[in-house]
Structure formats: structure tokens, C-alpha cells
């Protein structure tokens, strides 16, 4: 897989866990430098989170060919990736693992896309319900805004989002593990599948190369 490594800098405690934070700080540098910096209109990335070492500000993301996933260009990426994702075994539960205990520093998978979205004034409640079902609601809308988002997933089961809005800043959300109504508000349909697929990774059931 092609490599690519990026240097963060520390932001202030979100979780109180070093190594969460440190992923946190790393997706939101992988944004701007592999989203917002190459521009708009481009293709779907999948990754693979590698931090061999966390003091020195580092991560490696590892570029997940398109054909190991993706499939027909003819069907939503994203609705892709969440097919694979669930066709693996949901995770058992299990202590919290340390990515400085993982082989090789892997630490989860990452999904950075475009998307529509609308304005905050525009959504209602049953809005903000079809969207978290998944469904395809913004494309025809005149008041659409084209967004980026990086949806990712730890070792652990915890869950990131980086969100920017087409000619604004990034916007970054955690959620806990043990949060699955959360989990659902912060990014729709793709948590559980890329949590099932961050495991059957981990335990060398899938292999991304």
C-alpha cells in the first residue's frame, strides 16, 4: 500500500486519553493537508492508521487501493464500504487496547469523502433521523453545501469525525465506544461498519493490502 506520513501537533485533551487525542490531532492535520490543500472534487480515500510513536507526532496513513474495496464507480462509495464493513463479525467486547501495544502501531481506519450537506437552519428532527438512517437526502436541494468529511474508527471501537464545509474550517467530533446514540449523530451509517472492519483487521481476518 502507498504510504504516506504526516506530522501533527498535540491539541488540548478532548478525552482524556493521550492516545485518542493524538488521533484526533492527526485526522485533523490529515484534513487539511490530504483534503483541503489538493482541493475539491476528488476521489474517495480509505486508510489505514498506523502511529508507531506518538511522541514524535506522526502518522502514517496507508492508502487502501480502490480495488480492494471500492467495486463498481457506480455505487455510492460510502454505501460500499458499509456493505464490507458489515459483512465481518460484530466485535466482542474486551479491555481497552493500546496502539502502542498493536502490531506494526495500527491504530484504526479512516474514510475521507465529499458530500452534500445543508445549512444548520435548514434541518429538522426528521431530517437529522433520515440522515443517520443513511438516506441520500441533500444532492437535488437547492440550499446543498459541499462538504469533506473524515469518518474514522480506533482499535477500541471510538469514533472520528473531520468535517469542512466547502470555503470554512474543519470541525472535529469524538464520540465514545459506549455511546451508540452518539455514535449515530456523528456520522450516519459508517461507525459500526468500520468498527467491524478496524477489528477484522486487528485480528488478521481482512488484510487492506
Do not use: C
Not at 492508521?49 to 492508502?63: C, F, N, Y
Not at 487502501?64 to 458489515?86: F, I, K, M, Q
Amino acid at each position: 500500500m502507498e504510504r504516506r506520513k504526516v506530522l501533527f501537533t498535540s491539541i488540548e485533551a478532548l478525552t482524556g486519553d493521550g492516545e485518542r487525542d493524538a488521533l484526533a490531532a492527526a485526522l485533523l492535520t490529515a484534513e487539511t493537508r490530504e483534503g483541503e490543500r489538493l482541493g475539491w472534487d476528488r476521489q474517495p480515500t480509505l486508510w489505514a492508521l498506523h502511529l508507531p510513536a506518538m511522541d514524535i507526532g506522526v502518522i502514517e496513513l496507508r492508502v487502501v487501493p480502490s480495488r480492494r474495496w471500492r467495486g463498481s464507480e457506480d455505487r455510492n462509495p460510502a454505501d460500499v464500504l458499509a456493505g464490507w464493513g458489515l459483512r465481518q463479525p460484530v466485535p466482542e467486547s474486551a479491555p481497552a487496547r493500546r496502539v502502542a501495544d498493536a502490531p506494526d502501531g495500527f491504530a484504526g481506519i479512516a474514510f475521507m469523502y465529499e458530500a452534500w450537506s445543508v445549512p444548520d437552519a435548514a434541518l429538522d428532527e426528521a431530517m437529522e433521523q433520515s440522515r443517520a438512517a443513511g438516506e441520500r437526502l441533500f444532492h437535488e436541494r437547492d440550499d446543498r453545501i459541499e462538504v469533506r468529511q473524515i469518518v474514522a474508527v480506533d482499535i477500541n471501537g471510538n469514533g472520528y469525525l473531520v468535517v469542512r464545509r466547502r470555503g470554512a474550517g474543519p470541525v472535529l467530533k469524538v464520540t465514545d465506544a459506549l455511546e451508540p446514540h452518539h455514535r449515530i449523530e456523528l456520522s450516519g451509517d459508517l461507525i459500526d461498519p468500520l468498527h467491524r472492519l478496524v477489528d477484522a483487521v486487528r485480528v488478521g481476518a481482512v488484510h487492506l493490502g
